[in-house]
């Protein structure tokens, strides 16, 4: 099928190759000249692991193409995918400006039935929206020309956006009509996952609820962890033992510092507000945002606790994106946790395989090691931030003899205690110190 992707951020890029790995002839599109001329010469501008290669295989199959023109790249296509940013209002609302262009865009070209897609995370409504601005436009050109607008949230992990796309647990699809129905199911036959169909109402929520109670389940265990810390109790141990439980399940159980990145807090923001504007007021998001917030604080308050002041001592945190395996810095909770430490006084050093220089261009004040054995060089304390392999994996022996104290404080528990303790650590870990 011949497919246009309108977005080349980070879910138009996934969905784009994604689409383009199954068999069909895609366009990706964006307004950004620079971005287009990279992805034709086969340059990917996110860190995303193995994207890279898939893009330049399908390039040069001639599978894929991208434009800035959007017109050339309507001619002839089936579906269009609007996976445009969606940047987050400062009431909590995400700010629909470039999907209402890119609405009306299609509406000024289009001449012949399409399926359109909202791929981008969107309020409830947004389909039936974007069906109005585009029967404006095609009523400002005096033409009746037949469409859908579909909703087919995107539910990839940075980091993990290949085998997500290849082996997803589910393809949500919310369509209007029986004939956008059967274009969603033909363009996605190639993938062996559930479908389910809905309403694109119900599929916008479905996104949201999703993500909200994927933020919740990270913040009840998150504050289970503040509890088993104050009762001698592992919740490492706990975790496990609730995960068991097939209708808990053992995923998203993992304490922390917090959850960040573009998207959980983004999105309980917004459902947060979809409920405020129908009079609801969502106390189960409002608790979790807070928990949240707070677990940063919290963590501080623990380190300051076992170090006593912090003010000139060294730290080193390890890890800086919001999580492994992308460069990703939005509301990573590093970003919170240097500027909590720089306002305590410590001199800090830091150190990520791949978000390092973006975290020196916020804090051009903090040290950055080449490699995490220079940036412990001297350091009172290490603070794991994000558990990225490369650091789990680290000589810790190597470590302790380069450090000048011995303070590990894991922020995702993500190390082995026990070994840690043993080669001299005093290993503090999150809600897990008897
Ligand atoms: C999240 C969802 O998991 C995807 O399904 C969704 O498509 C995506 O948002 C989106 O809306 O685009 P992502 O933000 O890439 O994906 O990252 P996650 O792996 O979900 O992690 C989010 C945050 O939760 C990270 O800061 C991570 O460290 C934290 N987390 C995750 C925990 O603190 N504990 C856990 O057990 C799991």
């Known amino acids: 099928m011949k497919i246009t992707v309108i977005g080349t951020g980070y879910v138009g890029i996934t969905t784009a190759t994604s689409l383009g790995e199954i068999g069909h002839q895609i366009m990706g599109v964006d307004i950004d000249e620079l971005k287009i001329e990279q992805l034709n010469n086969g340059v990917l501008p996110i860190y995303e692991p193995g994207v890279e290669p898939v893009i330049q295989n399908l390039l040069k199959q001639g599978k894929l193409h991208f434009t800035t023109s959007l017109k050339e790249a309507m001619e002839g296509t089936e579906i269009i995918f609007i996976a445009v940013g969606t940047p987050q209002l400062s009431d909590g609302r995400p700010d629909l400006k470039y999907v209402e262009e890119v609405a ?52 990839l992990q940075e980091g993990k956006a290949l085998q997500n796309s ?31 169909l809905t309403s694109p109402r119900n599929a916008e929520m479905i996104k949201y609820a999703s993500n909200s109670f994927l933020a919740t389940k990270i913040t009840f265990i998150n504050e289970m962890a503040r509890l088993c810390d104050l009762l001698a109790v592992d919740v490492v141990e706990v975790a496990k033992g609730m995960g068991m439980d097939k209708r808990i399940g053992p995923y998203f159980l993992q304490a922390g510092i917090g959850y960040g990145g573009s998207c959980f807090p983004k999105d309980v923001s917004a459902l947060a507000m979809m409920g405020r504007e129908v009079n609801m007021e969502m106390t189960i998001l409002k608790s979790i945002q807070e928990i949240n917030q707070k677990q940063t604080d919290w963590f501080l308050e623990r380190v300051k606790e076992c170090m006593g002041a912090l003010d000139g001592k060294r730290i080193t945190l390890l890890g800086l994106s919001f999580k492994p395996d992308t460069d990703d810095i939005r509301e990573a909770p590093s970003l919170k946790l240097i ?63 380069l450090m000048h104290g011995d303070f590990i404080f894991d922020g995702r528990n993500a190390l082995d205690r026990e070994m840690l303790q043993l080669e001299g650590f005093q290993y503090w870990g999150v809600g897990r110190n008897l």
Not at 169 to 187: F, N, T, Y
Not at 362 to 387: L, R
Request: glycine fraction near 4%; proline fraction near 3%; charged fraction near 30%.
């Open 166 to 196: 290849r082996k997803p647990d589910r393809i949500v699809l919310g369509c209007s009509s029986q004939v956008a129905e059967d274009v969603m199911l033909k363009l996605y036959e190639n993938i062996d996952a559930l479908k389910h």
């Open 104 to 155: 009306r865009e299609i509406g000024r070209h289009m001449t012949e039935y399409i399926v359109i897609v909202d791929k981008s995370t969107v309020p409830v409504g947004t389909a039936e929206y974007v069906q109005s601005i585009i029967k404006e436009q095609l009523k400002l050109r005096g033409l009746s020309v037949a469409f859908d607008v579909v909703s087919n949230p995107e539910f």
């Open 339 to 401: 500027q909590k430490l720089l306002a305590e006084g410590a001199f800090i050093t830091g150190f990520d395989p791949v978000a390092s220089n973006k975290i020196k261009n916020i804090f051009p004040n903090i040290k950055i090691g080449e490699d995490a054995y220079s940036a412990v060089k001297d350091a009172e304390a290490v603070v794991i931030c994000t558990e990225w392999k490369e650091i789990i994996d680290l000589d810790w022996r190597t470590i302790k003899s």
